[in-house]
T-cell receptor
Framework: NAGVMQNPRHLVRRRGQEARLRCSPM?????VYWYRQLPEEGLKFMVY????????ESGMPKERFSAEFPKEGPSILRIQQVVRGDSAAYFC????????????FGPGTRLTVT | DQQVKQNSPSLSVQEGRISILNCDYT??????FLWYKKYPAEGPTFLIS?????DKNEDGRFTVFLNKSAKHLSLHIVPSQPGDSAVYFC??????????????FGKGTTLSVSS
């Protein structure tokens, strides 16, 4: 009974590099959400995707951030030209569609920008 | 502008006693409320939810109470156990479309249960 999987668990990037975070939802789940947690803060919604579609990206920064959930393979959150302020824990969650309000989270990717 | 607020950053309780975690919200249109538990270096774990049309939901040791007029909900844990020590997040959601929507989280309350 595999849960939501995220990799890598830890990622270190220098300023200006690209970061790619991957998320595989729970089996049978076709809805994926990305959240970011800054130090001493709660989780903040970034983007909601279904297969091949971005449903809601109202929480995504306008520049440098993008997300996709292809027909095959994991969901990818991509951050281009990272800055120190991007250092945070990034969590992916999935839900089955029914009981849409219950989201199941992965262990997160901790991004450190040096 | 925080729509979901957890005003107590921390709570300490003795094992066997009741833990009460509180949450306030500002948006009267929220239709589901949820509680998550989070251990360090792990993702949040779903605990319990409540629809806005109900005032109580119970699951084992966990009970959530909703007071819509006060825009307040609380999570009761009875009896508290040392393994309950974690950060607890309150979250709320709006029914925007048929299939899903974002969760809006509070900043969390750190619960410490001593034996």
């Amino acid at each position: 009974n595999a849960g939501v999987m995220q990799n890598p668990r830890h990622l270190v990037r220098r300023r200006g590099q690209e970061a790619r975070l991957r998320c595989s939802p729970m089996k049978g789940h076709s809805h994926v959400y990305w959240y970011r947690q800054l130090p001493e803060e709660g989780l903040k919604f970034m983007v909601y995707l279904q297969k091949e579609n971005i449903i809601d990206e109202s929480g995504m920064p306008k520049e440098r951030f993008s997300a996709e959930f292809p027909k095959e393979g994991p969901s990818i959150l991509r951050i281009q030209q990272v800055v120190r302020g991007d250092s945070a824990a990034y969590f992916c969650a999935s839900s089955p569609g029914t009981r849409w309000y219950e989201q199941y989270f992965g262990p997160g990717t901790r991004l450190t920008v040096t | 502008d925080q729509q979901v607020k957890q005003n107590s950053p921390s709570l300490s309780v003795q094992e066997g006693r009741i833990s009460i975690l509180n949450c306030d919200y500002t948006n009267s249109m929220f239709d589901y409320f949820l509680w998550y538990k989070k251990y360090p270096a792990e993702g949040p774990t779903f605990l319990i939810s409540i629809s806005s049309i109900k005032d109580k939901n119970e699951d084992g040791r966990f009970t959530v109470f909703l007071n819509k007029s006060a825009k307040h909900l609380s999570l009761h844990i009875v009896p508290s156990q040392p393994g309950d020590s974690a950060v607890y997040f309150c979250a709320a959601t709006l029914y925007r479309n048929r299939s899903g929507t974002a969760l809006i989280f509070g900043k969390g309350t750190t619960l410490s249960v001593s034996s």
